[in-house]
Every structure is written in C-alpha cells, then in structure tokens.
C-alpha cells in the first residue's frame, strides 16, 4: 500500500516592498482569513436586513400617517359641513326670534305700528300706511318706494304685499297681488306687482278677506327682475 501524501495547508505570506526593497512580511493564517471574510460577509448581510426592515418600517409608517391625514381631512371638511349647515340654522332661529320678540313688543306697549327691516338692496319703503273701515274685510294701503341705489341705475321688480295674521303659518297669508305660497315665498315672483323707477313711486293696494284679528303683520317683499329677494320688510300692527 502506498502512503497517502497529506495536502500541507498553505498559508499566505504578505510582503512589503518599500523603494529601497523588502520592508518586511507577515503571514497570513487562511483560516484566520476565511473567519474574516464569513464575519465580514454575515456583518453586510445583517447591516443589509436591518436597513431594509428599517425601510419598511419607514414606509408603513408614512403610509399609517397618509391615511391618518386622509381621515383627518375628510372629518374636517365633514365638521366645515354641519358647521355651516349648523350657522345657517342658527341664523333662520335668531331672525325668527328676532320677529317674535318685536311682535311681542309691539304687543305690549300698544305700537299701533312698528316696523322691522331685514333686507334692502338700493331700495327703501318709506311712509306705510293702512286703513280700514270699521267691520270692512278689505285692508288699503300705500307707501312710497325709494331708488336710493347711489350709482344712479334704474330700479325694477317686482312688488308683494303680505297680510300674515300666523307670522310662521303661510296658509293664513293674504297677498297683494294674489299669489301661491311655497316654502313661505311666492311660488311665482313675476306675479308681483311691476315697477321700473329712476327715483320713486307711490304704491297702492289692497288685502281683502281680512277679518279683524289680534296684532298681526303685514310684509312687503320686493324682487328683482331675476327673482332675487332685494328688500324684506316686517310692519306689524294692533288695530
């Protein structure tokens, strides 16, 4: 039998040349060297691991954060709605109130007239007045309609008087002109009564089927051409 020759392990000699020759040499364990090499390569791949769970880690979060502004915005934008919707609602309760409570007044300490303006756009009603005769059903009026617009234009519309014994009750109402109620407005605004006017007018009319009744309210509505409500004005009264 012939004997196996053993590979000798080999290992590295590391030599440093400087200018002037040899300078020294060291050598270089190869198992030593592949220790090195494995730590080197498991230290890369666990830096590699952690930077990639780190990314990750970035990215559900940015994308949690994403989503919690989403949300964020939509109860926003939900919250500017109902507060909105919530303003208005307030408004139409404090003009209500606002109503009642001069109603109330004029109740109380015997106005036999007393007026509330809500609205006015380069327009103005000035000395309403109104008269019936004793058991007559049929209410007179007039009053004098005023362009105060100061650029001068003319002033056109149309004109609505409204006798409202229920402030909030329009089945009650009575109008001049006669006119279908919806919603509490006129369903047809064009069926007021015309005017075109550089300065003034002098409006008369008349509320018939009226019974005597407790203080009431008596409304002037004025339209634009368009159907824009331009002036509103409350008169209430005690005959």
């Known amino acids: 039998m012939g004997l196996r020759k053993k590979k000798k392990k080999k290992d590295w000699t590391l030599i440093l040349i400087a200018d002037s020759g040899p300078a020294g040499s060291f ?19 666990i830096g590699g691991t952690w930077l990639y769970l780190r990314e990750m880690d970035h990215r559900l979060v940015k994308q949690q954060l994403s989503e919690d502004l989403m949300r964020a915005d939509e109860s926003l934008k939900r919250f500017t709605s109902m507060n909105r919707e919530l303003s208005s609602k307030i408004g139409e309760l404090e003009h209500a109130l606002t109503v009642a409570l001069d109603e109330k007044q004029a109740i109380e300490k015997g106005f036999s007239e007393t007026a509330v303006d809500l609205s006015g756009k380069g327009l103005s009603v000035e000395n309403f007045e109104m008269a019936r005769d004793p058991g007559d059903t049929t209410i007179r009026f ?82 634009s051409n368009d159907g824009e409500l331009l002036y509103f004005k409350d008169y209430f009264f005690r005959e």
Not at 27 to 45: E, N, P, T
Not at 194 to 221: M, Q
């Open 142 to 223: 007039k009053f004098l309609l005023r362009n105060v617009d100061t650029s001068g234009g003319l002033a056109a519309g149309y004109i609505f008087v409204v006798y409202r014994p229920d402030y909030l009750d329009s089945s009650t109402w009575r109008s001049y002109p006669p006119v279908s109620m919806k919603g509490g407005m006129p369903e047809d605004f064009r069926q007021g009564d015309s005017f075109n006017i550089a300065r003034f007018k002098t409006i008369r009319g008349y509320l018939t089927d009226v019974p005597p009744s407790r203080p009431s309210c008596i409304s002037v509505w004025i339209f």
């Open 27 to 45: 050598q270089i364990k190869r198992r030593l060297f592949r220790m090195a090499v494995l730590v080197i390569l498991g230290a890369a791949a």
